[in-house]
């Protein structure tokens, strides 16, 4: 369907045109004066320096053409020559009606679906998973979802850390702890073990043991790297041991992420590119791309029209070794041959941009993309505690991502039950649903490269904009539906009539539904999930508002009544698919 505004638009446009004027002075935008009017078209102020004329008389003229509108119930000219419009209520009924009949609520597809690679969450093996990685995934599984909805074919790609020191570091302190292993002989020829040789708490004690160890020994760190190495070059021992680091890693990352509602389609990791190095690297050479610089292989990357100095990308380490960006380079080649991606799009903390440009030119120019192929960076801010700086746990360390959603989980669960008695299994379940709305919209609403504070008693509100009060209106909803219900109605034979508004609150209702296309669509275009949110919180509030004014299931007039029904069944519907396309889901009841 096409969007309610351009539809406006374009029923004001051929008004100036019939008026003998330019129809692109017919542009509408909603009212900055809602007390005046719903809409408002400042053409005739545009057009009076071309035309030599009092903006008023223009406005007057075009108001002129519009007396029969099929659009507009009231068109006002005003001094010193806007117009303030207000829509025709059959107009507006019709539309909303025709988005209940709509696949997706009057939103179309896009004509060019992509195939788009999404590379966000970067969690590191055998390091826990904390707070830093929660944006990458929130963001990152929202954006998916909007990008799919629109039509396009999105993968979305964990791009796992499991190739670095921090594998050498918990083998090193593994084979102090366990010498007698048998991953640490290498003599041994025989089957390795199945069972892992240790188990997810002592794997995830291992690892800050041994970091902040190696920070005050050096030969312990050389131990490390050693360990490193012999992983990376094949020793047989060194990669069983990583298998079972990366099943049991691997498992618990899956359980976290599920209960994030976060789902990724690969599992790759930097691992899984580590062979195509060598060649990719031989190429980059043959061609004359990367060069020798005080030892270290490294491609030029600036460009004139730079402002700011672009350092080389560099390839190899001056000792041969890969880095970080070997292994995007190498994931790049990787996903065009298998994937043929037209868009990759990356999403981590707002500090890798630089990072992120030098990867995108040194790809671009080495041709391990086509020209047309979009290398894109989404970097987000840092998500603070109430005194401004990086959100920490009580004692000062880093809070782990399982203790942060549990803690939002356990003040839901206060809040629920408050007052009340619930069965717990019931409220529990309820409080883990509600939890997470309130963790995920207490981040999308926010424009993502923006700092945020994270406000446990805000987030978890269920007054002002935040999820639990976006969860309590549909929950409203469905509890009035229900007892329609209870009362003989039957919703889904009524759900397709609605009918023109009958009073303020209505109108204002169906105007926010309108807005669902155009909302969805500029979250998109822009990866801005935010602009989900407060498309949401203002439905919500004009859904209260509507509620507050009208007694629904008391109304005498039966057509009337079944109108406010499928009205409130579409808000239901449009709330939770755009919840849905967030990343949360709603509870029956709360
Ligand atoms: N593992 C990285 C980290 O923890 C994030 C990975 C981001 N993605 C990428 N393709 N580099 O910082």
Redesign the pocket.
Same mark, same amino acid.
């Given at each position: 369907m096409k969007k309610l505004l351009d539809l406006i638009s374009e029923e004001m446009k051929n008004a100036f045109a019939a008026a003998g004027y330019d129809r692109e002075l017919g542009k509408v935008t909603e009212s900055n004066r809602p007390d005046l009017c719903e809409y408002q078209c400042n053409g005739a102020m545009a057009g009076a320096k071309q035309y030599k004329k009092a903006p008023i008389m223009i406005a007057n003229e075009v108001a002129t053409k519009l007396t029969d509108s099929m659009v507009f119930e009231k068109v006002a000219a005003v001094a010193p020559g806007f117009l303030n419009l207000t829509l025709k209520k059959e107009f507006l009924g019709n539309y909303v009606k025709d988005m209940r009949a709509d696949k997706k609520y009057g939103l179309e597809e896009t004509k060019a679906p992509a195939a788009i690679i999404i590379?966000?969450g =970067?969690?590191?093996i055998a390091k826990p998973l904390h707070i830093?990685?929660l944006r990458?995934a929130i963001i990152g599984e929202s954006v998916k979802r909007i990008l799919r909805y629109l039509g396009h074919h999105v993968i979305g790609d964990v791009?796992? =850390?499991d190739w670095g020191l921090q594998m050498g570091l918990v083998m090193n302190e593994l084979k102090i702890r366990k010498p007698e292993l048998v991953y640490f002989d290498e003599t041994y020829t025989g089957a390795y073990p199945e069972e892992p040789p240790f188990t997810l708490m002592e794997l995830e004690e291992l690892y800050p043991f041994a970091s902040k160890r190696s920070k005050e020994d050096d030969a312990y760190k050389a131990d490390a790297m050693s360990c490193t190495f012999k992983l990376q070059s094949g020793v047989r021992g060194y990669r069983a041991l990583w298998d079972h680091i990366i099943a049991v890693s691997v498992t618990d990352l899956k359980k976290n992420y599920e209960r994030l509602n976060v789902e990724f389609d690969l599992w790759n990791g930097e691992s899984a590119v580590q062979d195509m190095i060598p060649g990719m690297v031989e190429t980059m050479k043959k061609e004359g791309y990367a060069y020798l610089s005080e030892g270290a292989l490294v491609v030029d990357v600036k460009e004139e029209t730079d402002t700011k100095e672009i350092p080389p990308c560099m390839i190899l380490k001056s000792d041969g070794a890969a880095l970080?960006n070997t +292994?995007?380079l190498a +994931?790049i080649m990787m996903r065009m041959e298998q994937n043929k991606p037209d868009r990759i799009i990356?999403m981590?903390?707002k500090r890798?941009e630089l990072y992120?440009e030098q990867v995108f030119r040194c790809a671009k120019k080495t041709k391990l993309v086509n020209s047309e192929t979009e290398l894109k960076f989404i970097g987000f801010g840092t998500m603070n505690g109430k005194d401004g700086k990086p959100f920490k746990t009580r004692d000062g360390g880093v809070m782990r991502l399982e203790s942060l959603i549990q803690e939002i989980h356990d003040e839901m669960f206060k809040k629920i039950t408050k007052n009340r008695n619930i069965e717990d299994a019931e409220s529990r379940q309820t409080a883990e649903i509600v939890a997470l709305a309130a963790l995920k919209y207490g981040d999308l609403s926010n424009q993502a490269s923006k700092d945020y504070i994270f406000d446990i008693d805000r987030f978890t509100s269920s007054e002002g904009d935040t999820g639990p009060y976006i969860l309590y209106t549909i929950v409203r909803i469905k509890s009035i539906l229900a007892k329609y219900m209870e009362n003989n109605g039957n919703v889904q034979t009524v759900c397709s009539d609605i009918k023109p508004p009958v009073n303020d609150s209505e109108k204002e209702l169906m105007m926010e539904l309108a807005k669902f296309n155009a909302s969805v669509e500029s979250a998109c275009e822009e990866y801005a999930p935010h602009k989900l949110c407060a498309y949401i919180y203002n439905l919500a509030n004009a859904f209260n508002h509507f509620y507050h004014e009208t007694k629904i299931l008391t109304e005498e007039d039966a057509a009337k009544k079944e109108g406010w029904v499928a009205l409130l069944a579409l808000t239901r519907d449009i709330l939770e698919t755009s919840i849905d396309l967030l990343g949360f889901s709603a509870p029956e009841r709360m």
């Open positions: 590379d966000y =970067g969690p590191n830093g990685h990458s791009h796992l =850390g970080y +292994t995007d +994931t990356y981590t903390d890798q992120f």
